[in-house]
């Protein structure tokens, strides 16, 4: 189950490599962050969690995006490089093969909507996340994200910063 969204990870970091223009490179990142949600999601079985994950990290993204774009002068794509088309199409045939090659095909398609893998009850997808063996792992993050957010605050002001606009 998880071998198709490791492949699609390890495929999109594979482009990554070979992207320089900051579209480009903000679209992997955007598909990466989905794909990861989705393998999240499949791994905790909790919606809201990962829901808030890909919600905080698409609106850094963002921030980060219209930062770079203010920054770089306006470049046009170029088409694709021989090997960057070469490299999308093996990661499509490697797709269609790990779809094809899996016992059941539809597997893929039908885990949305069979009732059997939602939670049945929230208390047990949150102790899920807040166990013992991950507790320490959970509150790091937190208190990463806390201190995120008390950083970015104090550091951004309106009169200030990298986006202001011109008198």
């Not at 990962?50 to 470049?75: D, R």
């Not at 509150?139 to 957010?149: A, R």
Request: glycine residues 2%.
């Amino acid at each position: 189950m998880l071998m198709l969204p490791s492949a699609l990870i390890i495929s999109i970091t594979f482009l990554f490599i070979f992207m320089w223009h900051p579209m480009s490179i903000t679209i992997l990142i955007i598909f990466q962050a989905m794909i990861i949600a989705v393998n999240l999601y499949t791994c905790t079985q909790t919606s809201w969690f990962t829901y808030i994950l890909l919600m905080a990290f698409l609106s850094g993204m963002m921030i980060i995006f219209a930062y770079i774009s203010s920054i770089v002068p306006n470049e046009t794509m170029t088409k694709m490089s021989t090997l960057m088309l070469s490299s999308l199409v093996m990661m499509l045939i490697i797709l269609l093969l790990l779809v094809i090659m899996s016992p059941d095909p539809l597997f893929f398609f039908s885990l949305f909507l069979d009732p059997s893998h939602f939670p049945n009850s929230t208390s047990i997808s949150v102790f899920k996340i807040f166990n013992t063996k991950t507790n320490s792992m959970a509150m790091m993050l937190i208190t990463y994200l806390l201190i995120v957010l008390i950083m970015s605050v104090k550091l951004t002001s309106i009169s200030h910063g990298p986006l202001r606009t011109k008198k």
